[in-house]
């Protein structure tokens, strides 16, 4: 899974066997180590509440979506699930997309489980 952060938008991609993961009912969950020890966690993860959400505590970012609606994305043709919430008076931007492959990136960057892709560029 990967976190992508810019102003005030989230955005998680995640590979074919982390889709099949949600769709099991699983959840996804990785952790960023720092040198002084500090670290940062996020997990996203599908609940039975009827609302998504997004939180940061303790140097974990968890984000959560209704289950029936990342089973039904996880199965279906969708690319991404998104998601506008209330923070703070300002709207944060939430975005959970299956990753695609990227077919100008150098070998070593290419994720083997990424989705195929039909265009040409990334």
């Not at 923070?87 to 939430?94: D, I």
Request: neutral net charge; aromatic residues 8%.
């Amino acid at each position: 899974m990967k976190l992508r952060l810019r102003q005030n938008s989230l955005r998680l991609r995640v590979n074919r066997p982390e889709v099949e993961n949600l769709a099991a009912g699983g959840s996804l969950e990785q952790r960023v180590q720092f040198p002084d020890g500090a670290a940062l966690a996020y997990i996203f993860e599908s609940a039975s509440s009827a609302t998504a959400s997004a939180t940061f505590r303790d140097g974990v970012i968890r984000v959560s979506a209704p289950a029936w609606q990342v089973q039904d994305w996880a199965r279906g043709e969708a690319i991404g699930l998104y998601f506008q919430l209330s923070a703070g008076g300002e709207a944060l931007h939430v975005a959970i997309e299956k990753d695609l492959e990227c077919l100008d990136a150098p070998p070593e960057e290419r994720d083997a489980n990424a989705f195929r892709r039909t265009g040409k560029n990334c």
